[in-house]
Nanobody, 122 residues
Framework: QVQLVESGGGLVPPGGSLRPSCAASGRPLRRLAMAWFRQPPGKEREFVPGITWAGCATGVAESVKGGFTVSRASGKNEVYLQMNSLKPEDTALYYC???????????????WGQGTQVTVSS
């Protein structure tokens, strides 16, 4: 079992930045891939970026490429989502997920956090 806990969401004005984090615990994590998904109000949940636990490979959705970056802290069981130049359409509940490979397919992820709310508004 893997437990995932997100934090660091909040209210930010358009053009601002946030860096939510995801703390992982439980079974050995080194073979896992971690990903962020988001679910805007009234819409489907969608893949954002992902990273292998070793941090040597990443994937990012076209819709956020250039603005969002995923990283993992060396020596810590935490994954971060650096979000810059935020727009109102980035408002969503952001989830952390763990699985065996980076993919945009939600069904391939075995573990999910509870989500952290990000609201972009003036």
């Amino acid at each position: 079992q893997v437990q995932l806990v997100e934090s660091g969401g909040g209210l930010v004005p358009p053009g601002g930045s946030l860096r939510p984090s995801c703390a992982a615990s439980g079974r050995p994590l080194r073979r896992l891939a971690m990903a962020w998904f988001r679910q805007p109000p009234g819409k489907e949940r969608e893949f954002v970026p992902g990273i292998t636990w070793a941090g040597c490979a990443t994937g990012v959705a076209e819709s956020v490429k250039g603005g969002f970056t995923v990283s993992r802290a060396s020596g810590k069981n935490e994954v971060y989502l650096q979000m810059n130049s935020l727009k109102p359409e980035d408002t969503a509940l952001y989830y952390c997920a763990a699985g065996r490979a980076i993919t945009s397919q939600q069904k391939e992820y075995d573990y999910w956090g509870q989500g952290t709310q990000v609201t972009v508004s003036s």
